[in-house]
């Protein structure tokens, strides 16, 4: 069972936001964010990802410019899997959903579920 945060907006959309780590963020970040209609994040991390890529493909640095690929790479990830649910949840609040309560349940669509048979 996972904690999430239930969202409601006053047009009466829902969102439900796990608590804690985020494995789709860790593994699909930019786009992620993207989905998530965090715009310039996702949109600045792709940028930033083909910008690495070029400048270490234009240095030819071989084996060594893979393994700094690399290890951005996992930093990136690692950091999106720790924040990325926050960062998600300030995304919301900007565009005007309020924070309704905490839910416990084994997924989001369970959460949602509960949220609404409680406030109809």
Avoid at 50 to 60: E, T
Avoid at 74 to 83: D, E, R, T
Avoid at 93 to 99: C, D, F, K
């Amino acid at each position: 069972m996972q904690h999430y945060k239930i969202f409601r907006h006053q047009d009466g959309a829902t969102e439900a936001i796990k608590q804690g780590w985020s494995w789709p963020a860790f593994f699909f970040s930019c786009f992620w964010a993207i989905a998530k209609k965090m715009w310039l994040t996702g949109t600045a991390l792709f940028m930033a990802s083909l910008l690495l890529g070029a400048v270490i493909g234009q240095a030819d640095m071989g084996p060594r410019g893979d393994s700094i690929i690399n290890i951005v790479s996992i930093a990136v990830s690692i950091i999106f899997g720790l924040k990325g649910n926050d960062w998600w949840e300030a995304t919301l609040y900007s565009q005007g959903y309020e924070e309704k309560e905490i839910i416990t349940a084994e997924s989001s669509k369970g959460a949602l579920s509960i949220f609404n048979k409680q406030h109809p």
